[in-house]
């Protein structure tokens, strides 16, 4: 039985959990600041997306957490939906709670995509 704890995973890996972590959070976090905003921001569209990216960036988390082989492919998942949501938030104009998500998303994925290779 491997024990699977932070000084037994790579650097990098203990910082693509780090970031899916807080991206989750964020994410979570910049919902609640879309919806109480109203207009563009609380799209159903842009809510599924952000809430999507929320999801993937748990679960990708949680599979690196676990030890289990499969995190490269929620990672390369985790990649691609971050940087969809990077997108989106970065488009909604001069907004910091939106380009702080678009930030973290930025990074997740940057972090993501190199566990998926």
């Known amino acids: 039985m491997t024990h699977h704890s932070a000084e037994h995973r790579s650097p990098e890996m203990n ?33 599924a997306l ?14 690196m957490l676990r030890g289990a082989e499969v995190h490269q492919y929620t990672c390369g998942a985790c990649a691609e939906v971050c940087r969809k949501c990077a997108d989106h938030c970065a488009s909604m104009g001069e907004d910091a709670e939106m380009q702080r998500c678009a930030d973290i998303c930025r990074r997740c994925a940057d972090t993501c995509a190199r566990m998926a290779a």
């Open 15 to 47: 910082e693509c959990i780090d970031n899916c972590t807080r991206c989750h959070a964020i994410c979570l976090e910049t919902i609640s600041y879309c919806l109480s905003k109203g207009g563009k921001h609380a799209e159903p569209s842009h809510i």
């Open 50 to 63: 952000m809430s999507v990216c929320a999801d993937i960036c748990a679960t990708s988390a949680d599979a």
